[in-house]
C-alpha cells in the first residue's frame, strides 16, 4: 500500500501540475466545512440546545457520544479532579509543569494588555470574563490543548475558564486532561462535546452558565457550530485539519523531512506538503515516507491521509517556493535550508507558526517552546493569527477632554458633524460653547 504514495510526488512544469497542486489544497480545505444536509443537522442541533438546553445536551451526548447523563453528572466533580491529578505518571507530569512554565513565560513577555493613556485620549484593555475552552476526545489524550489555550487567558487575567471534552474515555474524559486542569486549577470542567457543547456554552444552560469566548480545536462540527455562535460570543478561528508546509533545499535531510510529514499526517485527517527545488530530495523524501510509514502505529490511516491531503511539490527555484507558500498560508511552515532558512523565513508573510532550521520540528511547539499550538489552517493565516494572551483582553477607547481642548477643536467637529446632515450631534458641541 505505501507504494502507492507515489502519486503524492508533482514536479512544476508536468501538464497536470496546476490541477493536482489545486485539487490537494482544496482537498484540506472542504473537510473544516460541512454540506448542506450537515448544515441542517447543525442548525437543528444548535436550535435544540439553545431552546431546550440540558435536556438537548443530554439527548445529544447519548446519540453521538454513546453516553448518558444527566446534567448533573456533566460536571467532573473535584474529587475526580483531585483522583487524576493524583493518579498520573509523575514523570508525565513534571514534562506538564515545565510546559506550562514555558508557555507561561513566552506568553507573558508577548503580552500587550497594559492600559495607555495619554493627555486626552488611550485604551482601556480589560481581561475577557469568561472563557470556554474546547479539548478534543478522539483517540489520543490531548493535556497539550489544555496547557496552550488555558495558560495564555490565565497569562492575560482571565478569572473562569470552562473546559469541555466528549466523553469517549469510559465514559468521562481522559485522565491526563482532568490532571491538567487540576494542575492549572481549572474547576470547570464538563464531560460534554461537538456542537451541542459549543451551543451550551455560548447561550448558557441551568447547568452550564454562558461564556464570552470560545477558543480550542474540534472537528468540522465543533467548527461550524464556533462559527455559528460568532456574534453571541467570540471566537478564536475556524480550525480545519492540523497541517505542515515544508521547504527544504539540498541541504535537508530526508529522513528528517518524511519524519516531520508523517507527525501530522498522522492526525487523520491531517495534511503534510514539501516544497522543494531539488528533485533528489524529492525522490529521497518519497523513499523515507514509503519506509517510515508502515512502521507506525496508524500506518493504513497515515497512508491514507498522505493520499488524500499531501504532496511532495518540485518547483523551479526558491523564489517559487515563496511565492506559493505565502499563497498555501500553511498552518505550520517548516524550513530546513541549511544556512538560508533564517533569509527563507523573513519572506514569509503568511504562516501560523515558522519553525526554522533542521532542529526545529513541529513537535517543539505542539508541547514545548511557549507559542500556543492553536494555531490557522487551511489559508486562514492570511488574515487568522496564533492564539496567545493577547487574544483574551478585549480594548475599550479612552476619550477625555477638558472645555478647553473642546473649544479649540469645536468648529471643526461642527463642520463635520453638519455636513453629514447630523444636527443632534453638532448641537450636543455647540451647546458646550454658550455662555
Given amino acids: 500500500m505505501a507504494n502507492e504514495l507515489d502519486k503524492i510526488l508533482i514536479k512544476q512544469g508536468q501538464q497536470d501540475f496546476a490541477v493536482r497542486f489545486g485539487v490537494n489544497r482544496s482537498a484540506v480545505i472542504v473537510t473544516t466545512h460541512l454540506d448542506s444536509e450537515k448544515n441542517k443537522q447543525l442548525d437543528a442541533i444548535l436550535e435544540e440546545v439553545a431552546n431546550r438546553g440540558d435536556e438537548a445536551v443530554a439527548e445529544y451526548t447519548e446519540k453521538f457520544d454513546g453516553v448518558k447523563l444527566t446534567p448533573e453528572q456533566f460536571k467532573i466533580s473535584e474529587a475526580e479532579l483531585k483522583e487524576a491529578h493524583k493518579a498520573i505518571d509523575k514523570k508525565l507530569l513534571k514534562s506538564i509543569r515545565q510546559a506550562i512554565k514555558n508557555v507561561k513565560e513566552y506568553q507573558s513577555k508577548i503580552f500587550v494588555g497594559k ?118 460570543v467570540g471566537i478564536d478561528s475556524i480550525a ?80 517559487d517556493i515563496i511565492f506559493h507558500a505565502n499563497l498555501f498560508a500553511a498552518e505550520h511552515l517548516q524550513i530546513q535550508c541549511g544556512d538560508n532558512s533564517r533569509a527563507i523565513a523573513d519572506k514569509i508573510k503568511n504562516a501560523g507558526a515558522i519553525f526554522i532550521g533542521d532542529y526545529s520540528p513541529v513537535a517543539v511547539g505542539d508541547y514545548w517552546a511557549g507559542p500556543s499550538h492553536t494555531l490557522p489552517t487551511g489559508t486562514s493565516a492570511r488574515f487568522f493569527s496564533a492564539l496567545s494572551a493577547n487574544d483574551f483582553i478585549k480594548s475599550t477607547n479612552i476619550i477625555e477632554y477638558d472645555r478647553k481642548k473642546l473649544a479649540a477643536s469645536a468648529e471643526d467637529i461642527i463642520r463635520l458633524a453638519e455636513a453629514e446632515g447630523l444636527d443632534a450631534h453638532a448641537r450636543s458641541v455647540r451647546i458646550r460653547q454658550q455662555k
Fill in 115 to 232: 492600559d495607555k493613556s495619554f493627555k486626552s485620549t488611550g485604551i482601556k484593555y480589560t481581561p475577557i470574563r469568561r472563557v470556554g475552552i474546547c479539548v478534543p476526545g478522539a483517540s489520543a489524550p490531548l493535556p497539550s490543548t489544555v496547557i496552550m489555550t488555558a495558560v495564555p487567558a490565565q497569562v492575560a487575567g482571565v478569572k473562569e475558564i470552562v473546559v469541555i471534552s466528549p466523553p469517549r474515555y469510559n465514559g468521562s474524559i481522559h485522565p491526563a486532561i482532568l490532571a491538567t486542569c487540576k494542575e492549572l486549577k481549572i474547576k470547570e470542567v464538563y464531560r460534554i462535546g461537538g456542537a451541542q457543547a459549543v451551543m451550551a456554552l455560548a447561550k448558557g444552560t441551568k447547568t452550564i452558565r454562558n461564556v464570552d469566548k470560545i477558543v480550542g480545536p474540534g472537528n468540522a462540527w465543533v467548527q461550524m457550530a464556533k462559527k455559528q455562535v460568532l456574534g453571541i
Fill in 240 to 319: 480545519g485539519p492540523s497541517e505542515v508546509l515544508i521547504i527544504a533545499n539540498n541541504k535537508a535531510n530526508p529522513a528528517w523531512v518524511a519524519a516531520d510529514m508523517l507527525s501530522q499526517a498522522e492526525h487523520n485527517p491531517g495534511s503534510a506538503v514539501l516544497f522543494t527545488d531539488s528533485e533528489k530530495l524529492a525522490i529521497d523524501a518519497l523513499a523515507e515516507l514509503k519506509r517510515q510509514v508502515v512502521e507506525l502505529d496508524r500506518s493504513k490511516e497515515t497512508i491514507d491521509c498522505l493520499l488524500k491531503f499531501s504532496a511532495i511539490v518540485v518547483l523551479k527555484n526558491m523564489a
